[in-house]
Structures are given as C-alpha cells and as structure tokens.
C-alpha cells in the first residue's frame, strides 16, 4: 500500500510541478479577481485533465502496468484514487472558473470591461483554437455534469453491480468530451514547453485508452468462452461453486490469480478468485459467496450447461517471497485462494513451513472435512477457527502458534477491516510492511 500511495502521490506532484515550471505567471502582478482565475483555472483544469487521462490508462489493464503495480486490484485501487482526485479536482476547476461570473450576477463583484482578444493572423493553429473557445467550453461544462454524476455513482456501493457495470464505460465519452475541452483552453504557450509533451503523452495515451474501453477492449488478459460443468451450492457458508469446462485457449494460472467471469450477459462480468489449480485440463472452480442480489441469485439462476465468459487470469497474490515460513489467513470466502494453493502445493510442494488461519463466521463440516483433506495433502497446518466456537484471531493466538512469525511472509485474503487490524499489528511489533500481503479486492 506504501508504494502505491507513493505512486499516487508523485503522480499528482509531478503534474503540478511541470505545470509549475511552464507557467512563467508573475504572481505579484495579478490584480484582482479575474487574473487570479486565469491562472487557476490553468492549473486545476491541467490537473484534472492529467489525473483522469492516468486513471483512463489504467482501464487497459496492461500487463506491464501490473506487475509493476503489484497486480490488478492494486491497479483498481489506484484507479478509484485518481478517479476521487478528478472527481475533486473537476469540482474545484468548475468552481474557480464560474464563481466569479455568479459573484458578478449577485453583484457581490464588479468586472471591468473586457479587453477584446487579440487576432493571430500569422498563426493559423492558434487562431482556429482561439475561435473554437466557446463550443469547447460548452462541451467541457456539459461533460463536467456528466462525468461527475458518473463518478459519483461508482462511489455508490447501493448503486446495483450490473448498472454499474453499464454506466460507467460512458466516462470514456466524457472523458473525450474533456480532451477536446482540454486542447481548445490549455494555453496556447503551454505547448513548446515539457508540460505540452507531456499533456500530448497523457492526452494520446487516455484517448487510446477510452475508445479501447468504448469497444471492451483490453491490453491484458485472455478472454475464453466455457459451460458450466458442475454446480454445488453450500448453503450453510452461503457459497456456490462453480465449475466451468472452458472450450480452449486459456493461458493457463497460477494460485491466487483471479478471473473476470460473465456467468450473464445482461450482468456483465465480475471478478473471482479462482480456487483451483491449474492441471492444464480446461478446468477451472470458483466459489461465489452470496454478498449481493446478483451472487445470492445464483442457486436458482445458473444452470449446469449454461454459456459462459471467462477473461483473466489477473492478480500478484502468488505466494512467493525468500522466507522458508508463511502464515496464510483466510476470512471467509478469503479461503479460495488458498484452497488452490493447497491443490497446487499437494502436486508439488516447495518446502516451506506454513500455517493457515481459516477464520468463519458459519461452520459446515462436510467443506472443512475436504479443506482438512487438503491442508494434510499439501502438508500443510490447518487451524479452523469459528467464531461462535472459537472467538475471533487475535494476535496472540496467532504468535502462540507461530513463534518465528517475525520470520515469516504473511498472505492474507479477506474483510478490509479484519485485514487493516492484522497487518497494523503485525507491523506495529515488528513484521516487515513488505512481508505482508494482501488481495485488495474491492474493484469499485
């Protein structure tokens, strides 16, 4: 997480300080109301528009990009921070350019006359975008309105998965509203400067990205089709497997990667963890948890034979690291990835010393018999704590049974709470931060 705030933080301070560097401003000469818009206008609308082209880029998922960001979800999480950031950036550019017209109109201001803007007959480029002014600043304000009602539904965790899903790739078409708006109003003395290349670089880059995201195309990832093979509903846990013989091309993954899955078209596709292994057969199992009307539908919805979509595989949860000793804790349905670690590691092992903490808030014997039949396969140690019966995994417990936890890589799969309170403990006594490792999957 330190790294890509690090990531998100030098971003926003790059930008800003290229802007800064162009813009040869005397600031002790502004006077009055309208100078200072000028200028601020500049720099929220070269911020907004830089941040929102970066969180564009991201949507192509590029393979690069992901292992450098250390997986998908950590992409997605850096794509909703920028995405806030336009959103606010957006705001504040909005504000600084029609505050002082409404200050006007109340007649809390006065505006001096304006100055007629001056003709560039030998220069036919800035002639053309000092005429186009108006239509791109209509454009802009209307793709602003848009853009920020879609923002501000993908925030909206009530707002349903599938319109979701439906409604947001309309930010591309905003967002190339904005470019246009962009190009017109930069400042025309912008562009001979570094921060016009790099503005060309962020402007080209995101308009690829969105018509890439227009027409669902994708950098990363394999997209193959399959059927359902097999279905098992765990009704006490609240959980449905899901097996699916896919028709062929599938690249193949490793444990702890996960999927897009488009079980129905009219849906769209949602990311899960896969919970088996590759064996190289065409076959891959997911266990869905009921967290919404969609997930909990599907015991009554989805159909042995059915049709399905498959895209992946994504992720950096791979299980790797220097240490001869991990501890694993799955929350839940945090559990999957393990459970394909466990297949994984039955067929090869890597002769590592490791614990699984499985913690559940609902207990079925019959699926910890079979995680129990796993963990001694893959030789691995299995504590099962349910909550009703063993009360919550606290720290202590945890250094009991581990006592060279400090020497140990920690992968953990599970609520974002339980998880923020492991690794600040864990931390706070002395666990390297880069020792532990965390599936961020909450992609919106």
């Given at each position: 997480m330190k790294s890509l705030k690090r990531v998100f933080w030098w971003s926003l301070l790059a930008l800003g300080g290229i802007w800064w560097l162009a813009d040869q401003t005397d600031w002790a000469a502004l006077d009055g109301v309208f100078a200072w818009r000028a200028v601020l206008s500049q720099a929220s609308g070269v911020l907004a528009i830089g941040v929102m082209s970066l969180a564009m880029l991201l949507t192509v998922r590029a393979p690069w990009l992901e292992r450098r960001l250390g997986g998908l979800d950590k992409m997605y999480r850096l794509h909703k921070w920028l995405g806030i950031s336009a959103l606010v950036l957006a705001v504040s550019h909005w504000l600084i350019v029609s505050g002082p017209k409404w200050m006007v109109a109340l007649g809390w201001l006065e505006r001096r006359g304006r100055r007629s803007r001056p003709g560039f007959p030998d220069e036919p480029l800035r002639q053309f975008l000092l005429d186009q002014r108006g239509l791109a600043e209509g454009i802009g304000e209307w793709a602003f309105y848009g853009a920020a009602l879609l923002m501000v539904l993908a925030l909206v965790k009530r707002f349903p998965y599938r319109r979701f899903f439906q409604t947001h790739r309309l930010l591309a078409v905003a967002y190339l509203a904005l470019v246009l708006h962009a190009l017109v109003l930069l400042k025309f003395e912008y562009w001979s400067t570094p921060l016009g290349a790099t503005m060309a670089a962020l402007l080209t880059g995101g308009?690829?990205?969105?018509?890439?995201?227009?027409?669902?195309?994708?950098?990363?990832?394999?997209?193959?089709?399959?059927?359902?093979?097999?279905?098992?509903?765990?009704?006490?846990?609240?959980?449905?497997?899901?097996?699916?013989?896919?028709d062929g091309g599938w690249p193949g993954h490793g444990a702890g990667q996960f999927a897009f899955v488009t079980l129905h078209p009219d849906e769209g596709p949602h990311p899960f963890t896969i919970a088996s292994a590759w064996a190289g057969d065409g076959r891959l199992r997911f266990l869905i948890k009921g967290l919404g009307d969609y997930t909990r539908s599907l015991p009554g919805r989805l159909q042995v034979g059915d049709r399905v979509r498959v895209e992946g595989p994504f992720g950096r949860f791979d299980f790797r690291g220097?240490?001869?000793?991990?501890?694993?804790?799955?929350?839940?349905?945090?559990?999957?990835?393990?459970?394909?670690?466990?297949k994984e590691l039955a067929r090869q092992p890597d002769g590592k010393a490791i614990d699984l903490f499985h913690?559940?808030?609902?207990?079925?014997?019959?699926?910890?018999?079979?995680?129990?039949?796993?963990?001694?396969?893959?030789?691995?140690?299995?504590?099962?704590?349910?909550?009703?019966?063993?009360?919550?995994?606290?720290?202590?417990?945890?250094?009991?049974?581990?006592?060279?936890?400090?020497?140990?890589?920690?992968?953990?799969?599970?609520?974002?709470?339980?998880?923020?309170?492991?690794?600040?403990?864990?931390?706070?006594?002395?666990?390297?931060?880069?020792?532990?490792?965390?599936?961020?999957?909450?992609?919106?």
């Open positions: 308009t690829v990205a969105a018509v890439m995201s227009l027409f669902r195309l994708r950098a990363g990832g394999t997209r193959v089709s399959g059927t359902v093979a097999a279905l098992e509903a765990q009704e006490t846990v609240g959980v449905t497997a899901v097996d699916i013989r896919l220097d240490t001869r000793r991990q501890i694993w804790i799955g929350g839940g349905i945090g559990i999957a990835p393990f459970v394909a670690r466990l913690t559940t808030t609902r207990y079925d014997p019959a699926i910890i018999d079979r995680l129990q039949s796993d963990a001694r396969a893959a030789r691995v140690n299995l504590h099962v704590l349910w909550d009703e019966r063993d009360g919550l995994l606290e720290l202590d417990r945890l250094f009991r049974t581990v006592p060279d936890w400090r020497e140990a890589d920690v992968w953990f799969c599970g609520p974002s709470a339980f998880a923020r309170k492991v690794r600040e403990g864990l931390v706070s006594l002395g666990l390297p931060e880069r020792r532990f490792h965390q599936e961020l999957f909450e992609l919106r």
